[in-house]
């Protein structure tokens, strides 16, 4: 399944911040992540995954750090600041009214299709 260019886009501040709020993380892992939590449907790239990190630290969202990991590697772990986590939280209801207004208008389509197949036209509110 492919996932729209611009609903990829959309959803990567509130997914960044979101597995951040899980804890201190890094590109790889946040890659990985994304793609676990998307059973394998969202495939991001680092080309795609640091834009938008920088993004975030720039707007103090996140803060970055350099850490050497148990590999001897060096790593750059981000952190969610306090205004990441008010922006999460405002992400959050932004995201559950588009979800619940989705849901409400396909639910309200399936309710109008027929035996056959053929969908009556949904009703409209007043």
């Known amino acids: 399944m492919s996932i ?3 609903l ?3 959803s990567s501040t509130p997914l960044v911040l979101a597995i951040l709020a899980e804890g201190d993380s890094y590109g790889y892992a946040i890659l990985k992540r994304v793609r676990e939590l998307s059973g394998g449907a969202l495939e991001w790239t680092d080309g795609m995954l640091y834009p938008v990190l920088h993004r975030l630290e ?6 970055s750090r350099w850490q050497k990991a148990e590999s001897g590697r060096r790593r750059k772990y981000y952190r969610l600041t306090a205004a990441g986590r008010e922006q999460l939280a405002d992400e959050r209801r932004q995201w559950r009214t588009v979800d619940r207004t989705l849901r409400n208008i396909w639910s309200a389509l399936a309710d109008s299709v027929d035996s056959d197949g053929s969908a009556d036209p949904v009703p409209q509110r007043s």
């Open 58 to 63: 720039r707007s103090g969202l996140v803060q």
């Open 4 to 6: 729209n260019k611009d």
């Open 8 to 10: 990829v886009a959309a």
